[in-house]
């Protein structure tokens, strides 16, 4: 078993004034998740100074993950990022941007080394010496939606925060009145969980795992997606809708304290494979049917109460989009190579 394929055996693991932001400390600057960061990217960067940027965010990328300790995973993670800047210079790189492409990079390496055939399709499919070209296109085409919430300017209101604003404005409050009027009235600022949760895509909410199994629902969901919804990726938003429904009732019984606890430290207790892909399936239901009755059935679903006086897949309430789940690998043998 060679270095990268023993890596990755072990790596399964478990404010708005004015319509302009106000820059603040240097620390917020640099950090992926804040409301007024502005990061690298500014065209007078040097090739070598956006390489230090982008190398020593790699070098601390998913720091508990061995695959990711190999040297020459950090080289093809740095190539990926560092092209991608080079190429779309209106953006450059942020950080943050390492968290979208790593995990691409780590499906496509444990393909490459547990998927097996003689067929010549699939031998040019997981072609090993390819994964570091495919995995720059996998990000390259997510970041095509991404790209949006990246962007900064101290004039405007950057997207990200337009797009949080407008999934708990707009969304939330069509789907759950009660869930929208009690965020406002405690003075939850959407964009305080939004940007964390949208700009890394969930990479921080649910762990490694239960991320990649969020990720191949969303991504199965490009071609699903309503015939009049350009952006590949506005699922994302519904996804947003059905994770503050499943806390709704630690947000209406809770304080300003409790309500950003929750939604800033994301309960995850108890979330399995299946769980992944429902946050899809209902997101995809909801954006077919923003009521507040779809609201409340999907809310429904995770109240204890509701959830185990009602069959929630009955004729009670509207059927969602059932999806295959794949059975759990035995990661003894799943990694195995000759």
Request: negative net charge; proline residues 4%.
């Amino acid at each position: 078993m060679d270095e990268v394929s023993a890596a990755i055996s072990t790596a399964t693991t478990t404010s708005l004034s004015n319509g302009k932001l106000n820059l603040v400390s240097e620390e917020a600057l640099l950090d992926p998740l804040s409301d007024s960061w502005y990061g690298p990217g500014d065209e007078k960067l040097t090739d070598e100074q956006l390489l230090d940027i982008i190398t020593k965010d790699v070098e601390r990328t998913y720091p508990d993950i061995d695959f990711f300790r190999q040297d020459e995973i950090q080289t093809s993670l740095t190539n990926i990022l560092f092209i991608y800047a080079k190429v779309n210079r209106d953006i450059s790189y942020k950080q943050g941007m390492h968290e979208l492409a790593a995990p691409m990079l780590w499906v496509l390496a444990k393909d490459a080394h547990t998927i097996k055939s003689d067929d010549p399709a699939f031998i040019t499919m997981f072609d090993i010496d390819s994964i570091e070209a495919d995995a720059y296109e996998m990000f390259n085409q997510v970041m095509k939606s991404a790209k949006a919430w990246y962007l900064n300017d101290a004039e405007t209101i950057p997207p990200i925060v337009a797009k949080s604003v407008h999934i708990q404005d707009d969304l939330v409050q069509r789907a759950d009145p009660e869930l929208y009027q009690t965020l406002k009235d405690n003075c939850i600022e959407p964009q305080i969980w939004g940007i964390r949760w949208i700009r890394l895509l969930f990479g921080r909410e649910f762990g490694f795992d239960n991320m990649l199994a969020l990720w191949d629902a969303l991504f199965a969901n490009f071609e699903q997606r309503p015939d009049d919804v350009e952006d590949q990726l506005e699922i994302i938003d519904y996804v947003c809708v059905v994770m503050l429904l499943r806390v709704k009732e630690l947000i209406i019984t809770g304080d300003h304290t409790d309500i950003l606890t929750t939604l800033l430290n994301y309960p995850v207790d108890e979330q399995k494979y299946e769980t992944m892909y429902l946050y899809v399936t209902n997101a995809s239901y909801l954006q077919r049917n923003l009521t507040a009755s779809a609201g409340k059935y999907i809310s429904d679903q995770y109240n204890s109460s509701t959830a185990a006086a009602a069959d929630l897949g009955g004729a009670a309430g509207p059927e969602l989009a059932r999806v295959s789940v794949p059975e759990e690998a035995d990661d003894n043998n799943l990694f195995e190579l000759k």
